[in-house]
């Protein structure tokens, strides 16, 4: 195989430009295409053809699972899963042996992964492949209607949420550092991972945005662009810097942008919060 064609499918940009990253890093790798949704998948891995597709679990309307019975287990390529809830979603990988990666994913978890498929692939384990991928949609259950309970039941449970007052762990070098969720006054995304701005201090957290907010109190944290979440409690003051753009300032002085697509939502979380 003179190159490893690879499809990427994950519906939040800046985990697709992280995935793109760790990829580069290999010389023998070329990313064929990018997917921002299940139903741009289906037709993606028809046209294309890639030998491997890194296929995030939880998507809006067609997930992971649904993208591969649409596509039909024959016509699958190499998958690996990508999901941000461990604690649910490994139990039913592990049980028939397919390749998957926890979000936030260390560096060395995704070369063992991709160099992991690139040998079964090279050893030509296409009908192996198809065996786990079919015996692994028989346990997370038959397609779906719109509006009905997601089939795969054990992956689509929520992450943990961090509680008020709780703390989150941050690897700074050889250290971990617990930072009080509460002193967070806001927290940006920084390509796969995120920062989170804490009075004058800056913590790095391996962990992609969309994983972080579903483990945070939405009546304290809310997101206000697709690169920035904040403290509600942090917010001083409304501005509105145009007749079509209305920013944050918090109590540090900082200025963040509100999208149009949040703006109302933040105005009436606000409302309830004040």
């Known amino acids: 195989m003179a190159e490893l064609r690879v499809l990427l499918v994950d519906d939040e940009p800046l985990a697709r430009r992280g995935l793109r990253s760790a990829l580069a890093r290999h010389a023998d790798v070329g990313v064929c295409g990018e997917c921002r949704d299940g139903r741009e998948a289906v037709a993606a891995i028809r046209e294309l053809r890639p030998h491997l597709v890194l296929l995030d679990v939880q998507m809006p309307e067609l997930d992971g699972f649904g993208v591969i ?3 039909g287990v024959a016509d699958m390529p190499a998958v690996i899963f990508i ?6 979603a490994v139990r039913a990988f592990d049980a028939h042996a397919v390749d998957y990666l926890v979000k936030p994913f260390a560096d060395e978890r995704f070369d063992e992964a991709l160099h992991r498929a690139r040998q079964r692939l090279r050893q030509g384990e296409a009908v192996e492949l198809g065996r786990r991928l079919a015996d692994l949609l028989a346990d997370t259950g038959s397609p779906r209607a719109p509006g009905a309970a997601p089939a795969a039941d054990v992956p689509a449970r ?3 949420t961090v509680e008020r007052g709780e703390r989150l762990l941050v690897k700074v070098g050889a250290r971990s550092v617990l930072v009080p969720v509460a ?4 927290i940006e995304a920084e390509d796969y991972c995120v920062t989170l701005h804490v009075g004058g201090e800056e913590h790095l957290m391996r962990e992609s945005l969309a994983a972080l907010e579903a483990r945070l109190d939405p009546e304290r944290f809310v997101r206000i662009h697709r690169s920035a979440i904040v403290n509600v409690e942090r917010i001083r003051e ?3 810097a145009s007749p079509t753009e209305l920013v944050v300032v918090l109590g540090t002085g900082q200025r963040l942008r509100v999208s149009r697509s949040r703006r109302e939502h933040l105005e009436r979380r ?4 004040r």
């Not at 002193?183 to 806001?186: E, F, K, V």
């Open 69 to 71: 019975r649409e596509v």
């Open 83 to 88: 999901t941000a809830y461990d604690t649910f």
């Open 238 to 240: 409304l501005h509105q």
């Open 183 to 186: 002193d967070i006054d806001w």
């Open 158 to 160: 929520p992450a943990p």
């Open 270 to 273: 606000l409302g309830r919060a």
